[in-house]
């Protein structure tokens, strides 16, 4: 079945307006007409069957048959702070991100960050990373829409996040693996959700590194291989959403 999403305020006397681009998707991509039956979702966890109706105007509605509440979602809470990679690559992170279950997004801009965003190209991106998340979540299934954050500077993430659960995927730790984290309950699992940081293209450098510690990030390796940035978060979070979460 096809799965649509409309805003939450979209959503009249048990009818779905769906907005321009949702109605070509499901006309001119979709080849639907009215009376066929679409899933529709708001992000609140919340998912509709849903007939489509004869069309009115240029924007489709339908009306909703049945509803139930399926969030889909993990029980373990994991967020990605994720150093901000170049062009395509922080699409792809995203993207995988939410199908593997991560919680929230947090983009991050650290001392090795190529990208540049300044006023509104930072919301701009933003608004484009939060689009992609929505989009997966049509593709996964999933009926919440992980947040994504407007890009924050290092240092006011770990200030704003001080206390709370964060662990740093840091390439040059020799001492602290994750498993070591994860057997050993080296951080509370009661407290969610945890925060994965993990450093862009370029890496963390020795001065990230050091600040977070002392801010009380536990920083671990994940082994004697580099990977790249989008290799690196995404198989950190599938081991810890093995582990704690609903993966697998
Ligand atoms: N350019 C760096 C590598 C950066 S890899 C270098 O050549 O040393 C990008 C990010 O992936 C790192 O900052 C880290 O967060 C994560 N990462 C990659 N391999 C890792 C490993 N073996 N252990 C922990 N983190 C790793």
């Not at 801009?109 to 990208?115: D, G, N, Q």
């Not at 919440?144 to 390439?171: C, D, K, N, T, W």
């Not at 050091?210 to 580099?226: F, Y």
Request: hydrophobic share 40%; glycine share 8%; with cysteine.
């Amino acid at each position: 079945m096809h799965r649509f999403f409309v805003d939450p305020q979209d959503i009249i006397n048990q009818q779905v307006h769906f907005s321009q681009s949702e109605s070509r998707h499901i006309e001119r991509v979709m080849r639907l007409r009215s009376g066929d039956t679409v899933v529709v979702f708001d992000g609140s966890g919340w998912e509709y069957q849903v007939e489509l109706l004869e069309k009115a105007s240029s924007a489709l509605v339908g009306q909703i048959i049945s509803r139930e509440y399926q969030d889909r979602e993990s029980p373990f809470k994991l967020a990605l702070v994720q150093g901000i990679a170049k062009g395509e690559k922080m699409d792809t992170i995203i993207q995988k991100a939410v199908e593997a279950g991560i919680d929230s997004i947090y983009p991050l801009l650290t001392e090795r960050t190529v990208v540049q965003l300044a006023g509104q190209k930072s919301q701009q991106k933003q608004e484009r990373w939060q689009t992609i998340s929505r989009q997966a979540c049509k593709q996964c299934r999933r009926n919440r829409v992980p947040f994504v954050s407007p890009p924050l500077e290092f240092a006011s993430f770990l200030e704003q996040h001080q206390g709370q659960p964060i662990l740093m995927l840091y390439e040059s730790e020799q001492e602290c693996t994750l498993r070591q984290v994860l057997k050993k309950d080296l951080l509370a699992r009661q407290i969610q959700p945890w925060y994965l940081m993990v450093g862009p293209e370029g890496g963390f450098s020795e001065a990230e590194a050091a600040m977070a510690r002392q801010k009380g990030a536990i920083l671990v390796s994940l082994g004697p291989r580099i990977l790249r940035t989008e290799t690196a978060g995404l198989l950190a979070a599938g081991i810890i959403l093995y582990e704690f979460g609903d993966l697998g």
